[in-house]
């Protein structure tokens, strides 16, 4: 039998609407509640922040959303993304399970942050907004927004939490190639920044802080708007384009999923890729467990409470019912940046809540080993947000074999980690600084 490593799509074949989970969950999401009355806010509260083409879509309840020409066009530059069956890492497991990893890596930033950051540069620039505002973490999410916003000709700014800038030099190099600029957070350019500089000038940053940075550039200027990379329904709505695809792409091959992984900071990725099986859940009877990999640095939806919290550090954000380790959570300096958030989305969180989705968490040292062996068996090199799906996958995938059962697994490779060498090599010589 001739082996099909990579099902790819067609460029025609690619989806030319998101699918909207809030049009199909059982419980509908709780309301975000103003910061000082604490009363739900009104979709108008958001527009000093936010495109009204985004707020819009944020309360939407519509199944399906028109994908915009111009955007699709843009997303046709690496869209539809393959999807490759893990033969190699399957046989140095000895696993019955069948693996199937979806390749959001193939974007020219490197993860599937393009595909938010491309429609909120859009909705942005139809409606004439000149400069955008963001924070990142490891510096995906801002490449990502300076790659998108350089074709609409708005200016980027992007707060980059300060380890981050450290670690990642080459991060910062790409966002300024596509015209943005970059600002180690927490800086002395804002009022929040100040303040905590103030209480320690060796502030690691995180990305709460980072948010709060933006959001005050972006509230205190008519002619800026903030762009968040995760964690808001309008960014897993955009998301679902890799769960959509990837729904074509294994009906091609002719299975569907027993189990579907992504790793998880605030949601996007995770929910892009699974709320489209969790729909056929929903509405077909299908069983797919859906499982969401934190890290235990960073561990919200695991040890994290459920209930009303901020989505910044500095408190400026409406409140949001989430799963949250509290706003003020700073979490250890892990390599995997995009994971160092100390909340989760209102979406994924009612899902984690009504028990419709699972959550699982791995340490940094088993992630490393994991993509380790990920790239030795199929030769690309994990970003260390991805390689923690990767550590949930080897462990379902030896339990498959010690259950001596077959089931199909798919995951999302959310990004490469060619930028991330440091990394690798301070695991390779020991000197992680979190297990
Ligand atoms: C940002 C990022 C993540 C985590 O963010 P989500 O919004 O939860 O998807 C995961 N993987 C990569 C490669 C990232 O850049």
Not at 7 to 13: A, F, K
Not at 69 to 84: A, C
Request: glycine share 8%.
């Amino acid at each position: 039998m001739t082996k099909i490593r990579k099902i790819q799509l067609n460029e025609n074949d690619m989806p030319t609407q998101w699918y909207n989970i809030q049009a199909d969950m059982p419980n509908p999401l709780l309301p975000l509640l103003h910061p000082g009355t604490k009363q739900p806010i009104q979709p108008a509260d958001l527009e000093p922040l936010f495109a009204q083409a985004l707020i819009e879509q944020e309360v939407s309840k519509e199944r399906y959303i028109d994908i915009p020409e111009e955007v699709l066009d843009i997303y046709k530059l690496y869209r539809p993304t393959p999807m490759h069956r893990a033969y190699n890492l399957e046989k140095i497991l000895g696993t019955p399970a069948k693996i199937y990893y979806k390749n959001e890596s193939v974007s020219p930033p490197g993860s599937h942050k393009p595909n938010t950051a491309i429609p909120q540069a859009y909705y942005n620039y139809k409606q004439g907004v000149k400069k955008m505002t963001t924070e990142t973490g490891a510096g995906q999410w801002g490449s990502a927004l300076s790659f998108a916003t350089n074709f609409f000709g708005i200016e980027c700014k992007v707060f980059m939490v300060k380890v981050s800038y450290q670690q990642k030099p080459y991060r910062k190099s790409m966002m300024n190639l596509w015209n943005g600029s970059v600002i180690p957070s927490p800086s002395m350019e804002t009022n929040a920044g100040r303040g905590f500089l103030a209480e320690d000038p060796d502030c690691p940053g995180s990305l709460g802080i980072a948010i709060s940075e933006a959001i005050e550039v972006a509230a205190t200027h008519d002619d800026t708007k903030y762009s968040l990379g995760s964690v808001l329904n309008h960014v897993l709505l955009h998301q679902t384009i890799i769960g959509l695809e990837a729904l074509k792409q294994l009906e091609m091959a002719g299975d569907y999923p027993d189990l579907v992984i992504g790793p998880f900071g605030g949601g996007s990725n995770f929910g892009g890729l699974s709320f489209p099986f969790l729909r056929h859940n929903f509405t077909e009877g299908k069983k797919t467990r859906c499982i969401a990999v934190e890290s235990t640095s960073c561990p919200k939806l695991t040890k994290g409470k459920f209930e009303y919290d901020f989505g910044d550090t500095a408190g400026m954000t409406p409140l949001i019912p989430m799963y949250t380790l509290g706003h003020t959570f700073i979490p250890p300096s892990i390599h995997a940046g995009g994971l160092r958030y100390h909340g989760a989305g209102a979406i994924v969180s009612q899902l984690l809540k009504d028990g419709l989705i699972e959550a699982s968490a791995v340490a940094q040292t088993e992630s490393f080993e994991a993509a380790v062996t990920f790239a030795r068996a199929e030769g690309m090199i994990p970003a260390p947000e991805t390689s923690h799906a990767i550590a949930q996958v080897i462990r379902e995938a030896n339990m498959a074999k010690q259950e001596g059962v077959s089931k199909n697994i798919l995951f999302n490779f959310s990004g490469h980690g060619l930028l991330d060498m440091g990394a690798y090599d301070e695991y390779f010589t020991n000197h992680l600084l979190v297990k």
